[in-house]
């Protein structure tokens, strides 16, 4: 079964810095893609990210050169470094990854900006 961790999630303020990572297990499973999602309250849930195993990545426009993805295929784990923050950018981040056909969702993670 596989599973995914996402931690880094808390409050700050605008402006500020998170850096937000996502564990998957088995440490063996191979992971096509995978991705950040979000969804702020009365929201839709929103691609924020996503990259390839090659390291391929796309953003939405609405954080494209603010937030950074990456991986390490070596110990099954993506992050995302958001830097100037915005209070729109409050809502759960949700890590997403597709095994063959199969997608697999995280938990979800807090993210809240201060104004």
């Known amino acids: 079964q596989v599973r995914l961790v996402e931690s880094g999630g808390g409050l700050v303020q605008a402006g500020g810095s998170l850096r937000l990572s996502c564990a998957a297990s088995p440490s063996n499973v191979r992971i096509n893609l995978m991705a950040w999602y979000r969804q702020a309250p009365g929201k839709q849930r929103e691609l924020v990210a996503m990259?390839?195993?090659?390291?391929?990545?796309n953003y939405a426009d609405s954080v494209k050169g603010r937030f950074t993805i990456s991986r390490d295929n070596a110990e099954n784990t993506m992050y995302l470094q958001m830097n100037s923050l915005k209070p729109e950018d409050t809502a759960v981040y949700y890590c997403?990854?597709?095994?063959?056909?199969?997608?697999?969702w995280g938990q979800g993670t807090q993210v809240t900006v201060s104004s």
């Open positions: 997403n990854a597709l095994i063959f056909v199969q997608q697999y």
């Open positions: 990259i390839t195993t090659g390291g391929r990545s």
